[in-house]
Nanobody, 125 residues
């Protein structure tokens, strides 16, 4: 199982930006799917963005398209989520997730089996 540690969350005003980081360690496989998920109180955990083993983003939630960008730095074993033009509805606990690559990288949470502890993002109006 991959160990994942998120950082970069915080409280910002609407329209502001944050960059989340996910440091990965303990790789057991050469290829992984990685993604960002978020969960607000009382709501189901939802996929935000997914990147495949080739470093190509394969999924963005409609609500974050054109505002969020997922990327990775393989040399640093770090996944990023650049969040711009933040809205109050983006407020949630954000989680990094990973799973060994099996030919496809899904956008739903049940697909992933390694999770970070989460980092809180709060956007005020």
């Amino acid at each position: 199982q991959v160990r994942l540690v998120e950082s970069g969350g915080g409280s910002v005003q609407a329209g502001g930006s944050l960059r989340l980081s996910c440091a990965a360690s303990g790789y057991s496989y050469s290829k992984y799917c990685m993604g960002w998920f978020r969960q607000a109180p009382g709501k189901e955990r939802e996929g935000v963005a997914v990147i495949n083993n080739f470093g190509v983003p394969t999924y963005y939630a409609d609500s974050v398209k054109a505002r969020f960008t997922i990327s990775q730095d393989n040399a640093k074993n770090t996944l990023y989520l650049q969040m711009n033009s933040l809205k109050p509805e983006d407020t949630a606990m954000y989680y990094c997730a990973a799973r060994s690559w099996v030919g496809t990288c899904a956008w739903y949470s049940k697909f992933y089996n390694s999770w970070g502890q989460g980092t809180q993002v709060t956007v005020s109006s």
